[in-house]
């Protein structure tokens, strides 16, 4: 086993948020404060935050030393080689250590591509593990921006921190109202993400990170609080329990659907394999976000997680025991134009024993693809 294989891979959270949304003044903050001692904040440009304040000293051309202890480091040509170049250099000692990594995104980026990289890339996929999304929202612009830019909708949807910013620009009851209609609205796009005011002081580095599928207290997996099944309204018997709403098809956000399909019955290795295959290629570039844990029938007591994004999925981590009473599979979506009903009825055709349709369905699916019909 390689040296590499055995290092574990660095929690990593992507920073990002529309134009003019405060990215830039949330970040400076966050680089000021002691807390973030041990993280690496990879950048544009470092003229672009407003560093020579916080600077301590220049390590080379693209990577600062900053004086809350963290390191800064400026995208050199691309951003897998600056990644590859920021752990290679943790290896060799030449920069100080650091166990978490923050990548900001451009102002107009669909933070898609990036999490896209993060997770296909074999050797950043050894080296990293994606933690969280963390969206910055214009308290007071941020419903006639998501009005307006699909990426807006995207970059929300995304998130595992929604961070609101300017919300001290609203005054009155009409500035109350507006912050209210924004949340509501932020709630149905990301039913499991928590929302911070800046105003109250709640983006601090130990409310936005640690989102991700490891408690970093314990080092064990948080299925329960990184799976959040309950904020899509579904209860423990798998039933929903939200509302149905009348929908504007000109608005970007009301073509997203947030839910969580559940099943008792576990699903065999190659049949979950084959339904993973059929949500990617029939419905890849709405996938917005999909995570999940599943009981593979050849191995029940050990059940795999699953991370993706789009047609992109993180390689499934197998966990060695369940982590609680709860042993049914839980997968949930955020998706773009694709209904709850469809995925409910595809993952039973493959987890359903009974000769009925579902049966039928899988068998004749499961034929296609061993006759070299379905593309692998």
Request: aromatic letters at 6%; glycine letters at 6%.
């Amino acid at each position: 086993m390689s040296d590499t294989q055995t290092k574990a891979p660095v929690p990593l959270s992507v920073l990002t948020g529309f134009l003019g949304a405060g990215k830039t003044t949330l970040l400076n903050k966050l680089l000021q404060d002691p807390a973030m001692e041990g993280t690496a904040v990879i950048i544009n440009e470092f003229g672009e935050i407003g560093l020579d304040h916080l600077l301590v000293e220049t390590a080379d051309e693209n990577v600062m030393e900053m004086s809350s202890g963290c390191l800064c480091c400026t995208i050199r040509g691309d951003l897998i080689d600056t990644m590859i170049d920021l752990m290679t250099r943790r290896d060799e000692g030449t920069v100080k250590p650091f166990d978490r990594v923050v990548i900001e995104t451009t102002g107009l980026a669909d933070p898609a591509p990036i999490l896209h990289t993060i997770m296909n890339h074999p050797w950043l996929v050894a080296r990293y593990r994606l933690e969280s999304v963390i969206t910055v929202v214009d308290a007071v612009n941020g419903e006639a921006t998501l009005d307006a830019q699909e990426e807006a909708v995207k970059q929300v949807a995304m998130a595992d921190r929604l961070v609101l910013s300017k919300a001290d620009l609203l005054v009155g009851l009409e500035g109350e109202e507006k912050f209210a209609s924004l949340v509501v609205r932020l709630r149905k796009l990301a039913p499991a993400a928590r929302i911070l005011d800046t105003l109250c002081g709640e983006a601090t580095p130990e409310k936005l990170f640690n989102a991700g599928l490891y408690d970093p207290e314990s080092k064990s997996p948080d299925v329960k609080r990184w799976l959040a099944e309950e904020a899509y309204g579904v209860d423990r018997n798998g039933h929903g329990h939200g509302h149905d709403h009348k929908h504007d098809v000109n608005r970007h956000d009301d073509h997203i659907k947030a839910f969580c399909i559940a099943s008792d019955q576990p699903i065999s290795a190659p049949s979950f394999d084959l339904f993973m295959e059929l949500l990617r290629s029939y419905h890849g570039p709405n996938l917005l976000r999909v995570k999940g844990i599943v009981k593979i029938e050849e191995d029940q007591e050990r059940p795999f997680i699953i991370h993706g994004v789009q047609h992109v999925f993180h390689p499934p981590v197998q966990l060695q025991a369940w982590p609680d009473e709860d042993r049914r599979s839980r997968l949930v979506f955020i998706t773009r134009d694709v209904q709850k009903a469809e995925l409910e009825k595809i993952f039973a055709a493959f987890t359903d024993r009974s000769q009925g349709a579902g049966a039928a369905f899988r068998d004749e699916t499961l034929s296609l693809r061993s006759g070299g019909l379905l593309e692998e």
